[in-house]
């Protein structure tokens, strides 16, 4: 932070009947793109010595389980809104080739909606596909639910027995496109044609199969000249018919703006906080008591302002070409567990979200051809906070102070998560330090008593990000590290279960996860209703 003053002492409160919601195991989702190298050398590469008998890489594989990945959305990403699915499936000796208008990429067809859907399936990871409502409309995106989810029967279920697979795949939540507002997207709409496309598409999609969930296309950004009136005319067409609106939000490090950079999770904050609003706005106009939610489907950092322009506008590729395969630091792998704090603390009107990407592209993953997987830093505060956050997620208050920030105003430079699983007693706390000084935080837990088993801690360098497995060792090895219980956080325990302080210290720029059980003096009964969830309104009975 720019003035290197002393941070006074901050605290977080929390309580385990005080919650916000029940944290969705979907929250921890990813992303898949036929995007570089994705698929093609990602995923996917038969000949690999680790490849599964369909050509999958098996340590890609094990390291997205590792990551804690539960959705992953395919095939994608701009990529969708110009792809013609029928061209994927099928024999893949008569699969022809096509020229992809999103990346300018030759995509050989070689892994389609059959072999991701049976890939996701064997590695247990539940698909979220998106359909083409770019240069496509009702027709296909129709006959994509029934070829998925139909029974036999028909002409696109059959088509898809005929190509080997005879049960349903049960492909529950489907993306309505993808990013209409960005004027990037092939066959971008302004939000009156997309929203009756999105309509009508979804109308026939929930009329094949009326179990499906549908995400509608919010904006592609807070910076979107559109927003905010782009969300409401959207709804205003789909409010009856979808469960949830897309976010999507990628930030970065600007001319050296730190501050800034590590002030993305209240960026991200504030951008929830108005599609809620923006939608509710909407549910209200219409005295509707359903709740819109947010599938948060695209967060990462990306160095998009700064590196990925020079990226556009290539020749047309071909044999998987390395696009956009960002290198990450300490530093970025503190903003991802700060940003993983935001979305807990909304883990009431974001059930679902996806971080983009999966593999080689924006990744926490990366590979080499022919060569070895690896962690990315960032791949650490995601697997820490997918493994930990059980339960619930409570509703921390946190006392911090704040600091001015170029790009984002005021923000708080500590910023806390708390998640509780009233089954196992597992309680977990997330906590970041976005100040340059080292800062102690008092965690006053009311009613419980509390124990510590593990902790981990993310703290930023200021090393430049460098490419490659060993240089990402290198940062986790100096920057990723077990928090000392010992000398790093001390619990005191006043007057029996009745009030814990547990005091942490936290290093400058750092991320830290913290978790253990928790025992309370309370009678076993259920807790009062206490969520912010909507739908979770205390009942009569
Ligand atoms: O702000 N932009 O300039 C911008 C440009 C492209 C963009 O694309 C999104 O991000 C891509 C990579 O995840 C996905 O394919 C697409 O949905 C998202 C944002």
Same mark, same amino acid.
């Given at each position: 932070? !720019?003035?290197?003053?002393?941070?006074p002492?901050p605290?977080?409160?929390?309580?385990?009947d005080?919650?916000?919601?029940?944290?969705?195991?979907?929250?921890?989702?990813?992303?898949?793109?036929h995007l570089?190298r994705?698929?093609?050398?990602?995923?996917y590469? !038969?000949?690999?010595?680790?490849?599964?008998?369909?050509?999958?890489?098996?340590?890609?594989?094990?390291?997205?389980?590792?990551?804690?990945?539960?959705?992953?959305?395919?095939?994608?990403?701009?990529?969708?809104?110009?792809?013609?699915?029928?061209?994927?499936?099928?024999?893949?000796?008569?699969?022809? !080739?096509?020229?992809d208008?999103a990346?300018?990429?030759?995509?050989?067809?070689?892994?389609?909606?059959d072999?991701?859907?049976?890939?996701?399936?064997?590695?247990?990871f539940?698909?979220?596909?998106?359909?083409?409502?770019?240069?496509?409309?009702?027709e =296909?995106? $129709?006959?994509?639910?029934?070829?998925c989810?139909?029974e036999a029967?028909?002409?696109?279920?059959?088509?898809?027995?005929a190509h080997?697979r005879?049960?349903?795949?049960?492909?529950h939540?489907?993306?309505?496109?993808?990013?209409?507002?960005?004027?990037?997207?092939?066959?971008?709409?302004?939000?009156?044609?997309?929203?009756?496309?999105?309509?009508? $598409?979804?109308?026939?999609?929930?009329?094949?199969?009326? @179990?499906?969930?549908?995400?509608?296309?919010?904006? &592609? %950004?807070?910076?979107?000249?559109?927003?905010?009136?782009?969300?409401?005319t959207?709804?205003?067409?789909?409010?009856?018919?979808?469960?949830?609106?897309?976010m999507?939000?990628?930030?970065?490090?600007?001319?050296?703006?730190r501050? %800034?950079?590590?002030?993305?999770?209240?960026?991200?904050?504030?951008f929830?906080?108005?599609?809620?609003?923006?939608?509710?706005?909407?549910?209200?106009?219409?005295? &509707?008591d359903k709740?819109?939610?947010i599938s948060?489907?695209?967060?990462?950092?990306?160095?998009?302002?700064s590196?990925?322009?020079?990226?556009?506008?290539?020749?047309?590729?071909?044999?998987?070409?390395?696009?956009?395969?960002?290198?990450? &630091?300490?530093?970025?792998?503190?903003?991802?567990?700060?940003l993983?704090?935001?979305?807990?603390?909304?883990a009431?009107?974001?059930p679902?979200?996806?971080? =983009?990407?999966l593999?080689?592209?924006?990744?926490?993953?990366?590979?080499?051809?022919?060569?070895?997987?690896?962690?990315?830093?960032t791949?650490?505060p995601f697997? @820490?906070?997918?493994?930990?956050?059980?339960?619930?997620a409570?509703?921390?208050?946190?006392d911090? !102070?704040?600091?001015t @920030? @170029?790009?984002?105003?005021?923000v708080?430079?500590?910023?806390?998560?708390a998640?509780?699983?009233?089954?196992?007693?597992?309680?977990?706390?997330?906590?970041?330090?976005?100040?340059?000084?080292?800062?102690?935080v008092?965690?006053?837990?009311?009613?419980?008593?509390v124990?510590?088993?593990?902790?981990?801690?993310?703290?930023?360098?200021?090393?430049a990000?460098?490419?490659?497995?060993?240089?990402?060792?290198?940062?986790?090895?100096?920057?990723?590290?077990?928090?000392?219980?010992?000398?790093?956080?001390t619990?005191?325990?006043s007057?029996?279960?009745?009030?814990?302080?547990?005091?942490? $210290?936290?290093a400058p720029? &750092?991320?830290?996860?913290?978790?253990?059980?928790?025992?309370?003096?309370?009678?076993?009964?259920?807790?009062?209703?206490?969520f912010?969830?909507?739908g979770?309104?205390? %009942?009569?009975?």
């Open positions: 932070m !720019p003035d290197h003053q002393p941070v002492r605290r977080v409160t929390l309580h385990t005080f919650r916000v919601g029940p944290v969705d195991r979907r929250l921890f989702g990813s992303f898949v793109e570089g994705a698929v093609y050398t990602g995923i590469e !038969p000949g690999h010595a680790t490849a599964d008998e369909h050509g999958f890489r098996r340590d890609v594989a094990d390291l997205t389980r590792e990551l804690g990945a539960t959705v992953l959305r395919y095939p994608g990403g701009n990529f969708v809104s110009n792809y013609r699915w029928e061209d994927g499936v099928g024999p893949v000796s008569e699969r022809k !080739p096509f020229l208008l990346w300018r990429t030759v995509e050989p067809n070689l892994v389609g909606t072999e991701f859907l049976q890939w996701a399936e064997r590695e247990g539940e698909p979220m596909l998106a359909v083409n409502l770019g240069t496509r409309g009702v =296909a995106a $129709a006959a994509l639910v029934e070829y989810n139909g029967g028909t002409r696109w279920a059959d088509l898809r027995i080997g005879a049960e349903p795949y049960g492909v939540l489907w993306c309505l496109g993808n990013e209409m507002d960005g004027p990037w997207q092939i066959g971008h709409k302004d939000a009156h044609e997309y929203g009756r496309l999105a309509a009508e $598409a979804g109308k026939a999609m929930k009329l094949v199969d009326p @179990t499906v969930s549908l995400v509608v296309c919010g904006s &592609s %950004s807070m910076q979107m000249n559109t927003f905010g009136e782009w969300e409401q959207v709804l205003s067409y789909t409010y009856d018919l979808v469960d949830h609106i897309s999507h939000a990628y930030y970065e490090e600007l001319d050296g703006d501050a %800034s950079f590590l002030g993305s999770g209240t960026a991200m904050d504030r929830i906080d108005r599609v809620v609003a923006s939608a509710d706005a909407v549910g209200a106009r219409r005295r &509707s709740k819109i939610t948060f489907d695209e967060w990462n950092v990306w160095y998009l302002e590196r990925f322009p020079g990226e556009t506008n290539l020749p047309v590729q071909r044999d998987a070409p390395r696009i956009i395969e960002d290198v990450y &630091s300490a530093l970025d792998a503190v903003v991802v567990g700060d993983l704090v935001t979305l807990l603390n909304h009431d009107r974001v679902v979200a996806a971080l =983009a990407q593999v080689n592209v924006i990744a926490p993953i990366m590979t080499e051809p022919g060569g070895e997987a690896w962690r990315q830093p791949f650490h697997a @820490t906070t997918a493994r930990l956050a059980r339960g619930e409570l509703d921390v208050r946190v911090s !102070p704040t600091t @920030t @170029t790009r984002h105003g005021e708080p430079l500590v910023t806390a998560a998640t509780h699983d009233p089954e196992t007693g597992a309680l977990a706390l997330f906590l970041t330090n976005r100040s340059a000084e080292p800062v102690e008092d965690v006053e837990h009311l009613g419980l008593g124990e510590l088993t593990e902790g981990w801690r993310m703290v930023a360098d200021h090393e990000a460098v490419e490659g497995p060993a240089h990402a060792r290198k940062v986790v090895g100096s920057c990723w590290s077990a928090v000392d219980l010992g000398a790093d956080v619990v005191v325990t007057g029996g279960t009745g009030r814990t302080r547990t005091t942490v $210290a936290l720029e &750092s991320w830290t996860a913290l978790a253990g059980t928790a025992t309370t003096d309370r009678p076993a009964t259920a807790p009062p209703n206490t912010r969830e909507p979770r309104i205390p %009942s009569e009975t």
